[in-house]
């Protein structure tokens, strides 16, 4: 089955750090570029940052420029999302998808994993 699988949520407390990965399974991460987004119930899947394909060239929304860092590792088939300076607005369940360049048009990705759940509370 073809999804990214995603971990590294949990609990932080407002001003905290988490560190999310997303694995990608049964396809070669290197062939896709890859974006973060968030979801509440009730919401429209937001998208967060995404990461290009051979340059790296790397995107923000603007709730997220300067606190959240997107990084890959082609080599262990893995993104990453470090998110320092956390607040409760953060809460959310974050997920990865892969397209073949970088857009801010959820609808556009593929491979959705289950997600992580981030929950920012004190």
């Known amino acids: 089955q073809l999804q990214f699988v995603e971990s590294g949520g949990g609990l932080a407390q407002p001003g905290g750090s988490l560190r999310l990965s997303c694995v990608a399974s049964?396809?070669?991460?290197?062939?896709?570029?890859v974006g973060w987004f968030r979801q509440v119930p009730g919401k429209e899947r937001e998208w967060l940052s995404c990461i290009n394909k051979n340059d790296n060239t790397t995107f923000y929304a603007d709730s997220v420029k300067g606190r959240f860092t997107i990084s890959r590792d082609d080599a262990k088939n893995t993104a990453y999302l470090q998110m320092n300076s956390l607040k409760p607005e953060d809460t959310a369940e974050y997920h990865c998808g892969a397209y073949f360049f970088c857009v801010v048009l959820p609808k556009a990705y593929d491979y959705w994993g289950q997600g992580t759940q981030v929950t920012v509370s004190s």
């Open positions: 049964g396809f070669t991460l290197e062939s896709y570029a």
